[in-house]
C-alpha cells in the first residue's frame, strides 16, 4: 500500500498547535522489507528557547540540538540514561526550536514490543540515533541528517494520516519528569487519547483489562530497572529529558 506522508506545511507550526494533532496519527517505519507501524497516542510539546523544560531552552545549540534548529518535519532522536532513544518531531520555522516528543503508541502492524513510554516506542520500531535527522514528509531516511551514514539503506521514517481514523477523546496534563523546569513543568503540555490502554501513564491491571500485550522481556528491561532504582535512591527523575 503505498503511503501518503503528512505534508511538511503540517510541521511548520507551534509544537502546541502540533502535539495534539498528531494523536490518532500512524508513525511508519520501513527498512530490509520490514514494515512497523504504530497508531500515536500521547505526545508532550515542547517550545524553545523559552521553555525551561526543552533540550533548546535559552537557545542552547549543540551538536545533540541543531536538527530542533532546523526545518520542520523532521526527526529528533536522543539518547537518554545510556539506554533509551526518544523521538521527537521538530516543528515551527527553521530556527525556532519547537519539537514534540512521542511518548507512546498502539500496535497497527509490525510491532513485537509495547510502545508505552518515548523509550519503549523507540525500541518497538526498532528507532535509534542513526534516524536523527531524517525527513519524515517522504524522502528516504537515509538520505539526508547529521546521521545519514549510520542509516539503514532506503530506510524510511514516516506519519501517515490513518486510513480510518477513530474518534478522539484528548486529555492533557503537565509533562512527564521535567520538574527542574520551574514553572514551565507545570504548563498542560503533555496530550494523551483518553480512551487507549497504550498511554504510558495507564496502570498494568487497566492494560490487561484493555488486551494490550506486554511483549517479551529483555536485558535492556533489566538494565532500565535496575537505572531506575539507582535514580530514586538519588531523588532524581526516573524520566526527566
Known sequence: MRLTPLPRAFYARPSLEVAPELLGMHLVYEHDGIRRVGRIVETEAYQGPEDLAAHSARGRRTARTEVMFGPPGHAYVYLIYGIWNCLNVVTAAAGIPHAVLLRAVEPVAGL????????LLCRAFGIDRSLNGADLCGAAAGACGPDASRRPAAARLLIVAPPSPRPLRVGSTARIGVESAG?????????????????????????????????????????ARHARALRLRAGRSPTRR
Open 112 to 119: 513485537g514490543h509495547p510502545g508505552w513510554g518515548p523509550g
Open 183 to 223: 514553572e514551565w513543568a507545570h504548563r498542560p503540555w503533555r496530550f494523551f487519547d483518553r480512551d487507549s490502554v497504550h498511554v504510558s501513564t495507564v496502570s498494568s491491571a487497566a492494560r490487561r483489562a484493555g488486551g494490550a500485550q506486554p511483549g517479551p522481556r529483555s536485558g535492556a528491561d533489566r538494565g
